[in-house]
């Protein structure tokens, strides 16, 4: 079965500029994840999605950032405006199991 | 809440040699266990998950974890590195019965030497 998608693979943009990443989850997986992976850290929950109503959103900078997955399938997370903070990985992953997830390749994001 | 503590930030070994990378963790409830791998420019593999029963459990491309719940660890061992297994390794450790999202641990990089 194919994997999870994302898109764009990498990205440099300037403080204060906006961008969004994309997310297509493995086919049938209801539960969608967002994380922010820091250089030299483990990953960090931004948002969870049960199909397209978000479940925990707890850990998400909500004045700058914004997540959605509408009808369920794919998602995108947008970040505006951007701080050079932000500078990360960001990684979608998905589940059918709720205790195994299943993650994309990630989009590498530079803030300058 | 839940912690993982994962000592060493790299753990250097030659080709042919045992492997041991070491996972800590707290938690208020019964956990679940996890070791990820992540190879450069790529997202998190699952190498092998701790639920219930055996604690000792298998995963891919040979390696294995043992749960000690007197000792709250959950390491990683494989008993001949390849070169192949250089990679960023992380345990994560989630609530059981709860919305199982997983803490990472910070990850160790491990370097094998030729």
């Known amino acids: 079965e194919a994997g999870v998608a994302q898109s764009p693979r990498y990205k440099i943009i300037e403080k204060r500029q906006s961008v969004a990443f994309w997310c297509n989850p493995i086919?049938?997986?209801?539960?969608l994840y967002w994380y922010q992976q820091i250089l030299g850290q483990g990953p960090k929950l931004l948002i969870q999605?049960?199909?397209?109503?978000?479940?925990?959103d707890s850990q998400l900078p909500k004045d700058r950032f914004s997540a959605e997955r509408l009808k369920g399938v794919d998602s995108t997370l947008k970040i505006q405006p951007a701080k050079l903070e932000d500078s990360a990985v960001y990684l979608c992953?998905?589940?059918?199991?709720?205790?195994?997830?299943?993650f994309g390749p990630g989009t590498r994001l530079t803030v300058l | 809440a839940q912690s993982v503590t994962q000592l060493g930030s790299h753990v250097s070994v030659s080709e042919g040699a045992l492997v041991l990378l070491r996972c800590n963790y707290s938690?208020?409830?019964?956990?679940?266990l996890f070791w990820y791998v992540q190879y450069p420019n790529q997202g998190l593999q699952l190498l092998l998950k701790?639920?219930?029963?055996?604690?000792l459990v298998k995963g891919i491309n040979g390696f294995e974890a043992e749960f000690k719940k007197s000792e709250t660890s959950f390491h990683l061992t494989k008993p001949s590195a390849h070169m192949s297994d250089a990679a960023e390794y992380f345990c994560?450790?989630?609530?059981?019965?709860?919305?199982?999202?997983?803490?990472f641990g910070r990850g160790t990089s491990l370097i094998v030497h030729p």
């Open positions: 992953a998905s589940s059918s199991v709720l205790d195994t997830q299943y």
């Open positions: 086919s049938g997986h209801a539960t």
């Open positions: 999605f049960q199909n397209n109503g978000v479940v925990d």
């Open positions: 938690s208020s409830v019964p956990p679940y």
């Open positions: 701790y639920t219930t029963g055996a604690t």
């Open positions: 994560a450790v989630s609530l059981s019965g709860g919305s199982y999202i997983p803490t």
